[in-house]
T-cell receptor, first 115, second 114 residues
């Protein structure tokens, strides 16, 4: 079974500061993918960044980077230079790649950016 | 390229009724997945379709069903609605199933059961 744990129900960050959202995972699948999604109050899930378990380098997409520590089973999302529009729910998700397993989500972290 | 579309966006039904939700994937995407999101349970996987075949099913009662058409559009049906079925239903599409392909989500259908 796969499990995603996000221990921060809510976080505050000052505009223009960097913030790290925590994500730990558990899986017996030797090959897997990790995803981060943003969900504004409108409800739509917006894909942010992907990290494969065998990727040697941490993924980056603009202001988003993924701090992947395989041995610790963590995949933290780092948002640099926070903007007011970053206020939203953030979900970490994973999917095993060697079997027929679905995408599994964590409970999410609500990020609030303060001016 | 147009994103994933879901219709209707909002729906109000009463207990015992049935409902059908529709999802049109991104052009070229052949896999469609459905999720239920509630404040208490979070995001839960319902089912995944690829090339008109259900590849995977979550732990939901048989009242929840789905299908995929030859043009990759998908529908999900919930029969005999219960109050607990009130949720945001999200559809996601990807190029293929069971791979690292990213799933792209639609805006969701917010179902309220009275």
């Amino acid at each position: 079974a796969q499990k995603i744990t996000q221990t921060q129900p809510g976080m505050f960050v000052q505009e223009k500061e960097a913030v790290t959202l925590d994500c730990t995972y558990d899986t017996s699948d030797p090959s897997y993918g990790l995803f981060w999604y943003k969900q504004p109050s409108s409800g739509e899930m917006i894909f942010l960044i992907y990290q494969g378990s065998y990727d040697q380098q941490n993924a980056t997409e603009g202001r988003y980077s993924l701090n992947f520590q395989k041995a610790r089973k963590s995949a933290n999302l780092v948002i640099s230079a926070s903007q007011l529009g970053d206020s939203a729910m953030y979900f970490c998700a994973m999917r095993g790649l060697s079997g027929n397993t679905p995408l599994v989500f964590g409970k999410g972290t609500r990020l609030s950016v303060i001016a | 390229k147009a994103g994933v579309t879901q219709t209707p966006r909002y729906l109000i039904k009463t207990r015992g009724q049935q409902v059908t939700l529709s999802c049109s994937p991104i052009s070229g995407h052949r896999s469609v997945s459905w999720y239920q999101q509630t404040p208490g349970q979070g995001l839960q996987f319902l089912f995944e379709y690829f090339s008109e075949t259900q590849r995977n099913k979550g732990n939901f009662p048989g009242r929840f069903s789905g299908r995929q058409f030859s043009n990759s559009r998908s529908e999900m049906n919930v029969s005999t609605l219960e109050l607990g079925d009130s949720a945001l239903y999200l559809c996601a599409s990807s190029l293929v199933a069971g791979s690292p392909d990213t799933q792209y989500f639609g805006p969701g259908t917010r179902l309220t059961v009275l």
